[in-house]
């Protein structure tokens, strides 16, 4: 029993003996072994903030690197690095949180935004070394979302069956459409509409099942109001043998972005072709 207590006695002082070297050796770094560079840049000043740049909101993303460096001469021990804002994601090149001296560790860092405005976030991780017990370091990147159609009046037709259509390629009569005047509201919070560059997506579905090719109304063709909040178009419909036409609508911008797509339903007025 004697022998068994001393075994026990002996493993108890090398337990303690253990973690006091072990304290002793997160307790000996030296201050201001840590570093974390933006590209060649340290970044020692925790005040520092990173720009990331405006994004389109689930659509952009960029990522930027970094350095985390043991600069000292003792075991660098860290915990796992952190954002405090969900449109900022942390990657480590690999899992460890512990650096030998002068061994570095890569992380990345990405902006991919899913509101519109600014976000402003922090990176942060705390270590051993006394100067940085936490070390942190601010992101910041804006969001822009492109126009949202919220709706639209009742499609109001203003010429039934007084809109000639012409003739095919084979020379064939295509005989009269009823010309349609349709309203949609829109919501432009970011103000990213541009009239001269705004174009519009129009794709008719019939409800026999007939889908014509899409149209594009130009800028030259379509009234946005002053308040950027209404758009009018009209369109000329021959029914045949449907009961209705629903339209999607899809604004454009000059840059490309499109909104959501919209349908409005146009239903068959008496009488028409």
Do not use: H, W
């Amino acid at each position: 029993m004697k022998n068994i207590q001393k075994i026990i006695y002996i493993l108890l002082c090398l337990s303690v003996f253990t973690s006091c070297m072990m304290q002793a050796e997160l307790d000996s770094i030296q201050p201001n072994s840590v570093q974390v560079k933006q590209g060649t840049a340290p970044m020692q000043n925790q005040s520092t903030l990173v720009e990331y740049g405006t994004l389109r909101i689930l659509k952009d993303s960029v990522t930027k690197s970094y350095t985390l460096t043991n600069t000292g001469e003792q075991m660098l021990y860290f915990s796992q690095i952190t954002s405090d804002s969900p449109d900022f994601f942390v990657k480590l090149e690999k899992d460890t949180v512990a650096l030998l001296p002068k061994q570095s560790l890569k992380f990345s860092v990405t902006f991919a935004p899913k509101l519109g405005g600014t976000t402003i976030g922090k990176i942060s991780f705390s270590t051993n070394d006394p100067a940085f017990p936490v070390f942190s370091f601010g992101v910041k990147g804006q969001a822009v979302a492109p126009p949202e159609i919220i709706g639209s009046g009742s499609p109001q037709f203003n010429e039934l069956n007084t809109v000639d259509l012409g003739t095919n390629d084979l020379g064939e009569d295509l005989g009269n459409a009823t010309r349609f005047t349709i309203e949609i509201n829109i919501d432009d919070p970011y103000d990213r509409i541009n009239a001269s560059g705004l174009s519009v997506k129009l794709v008719p579905i019939f409800s026999n099942g007939d889908r014509p090719e899409p149209i594009t109304k130009t800028p030259s063709e379509i009234t946005l109001s002053e308040d950027k909040k209404r758009l009018i178009y009209s369109i000329p419909i021959q029914f045949g043998s449907s009961t209705f036409l629903d339209i999607e609508t899809t604004l454009i911008l000059s840059n490309g972005d499109v909104s959501n797509v919209f349908t409005t339903r146009v239903e068959k007025p008496a009488a028409a072709e």
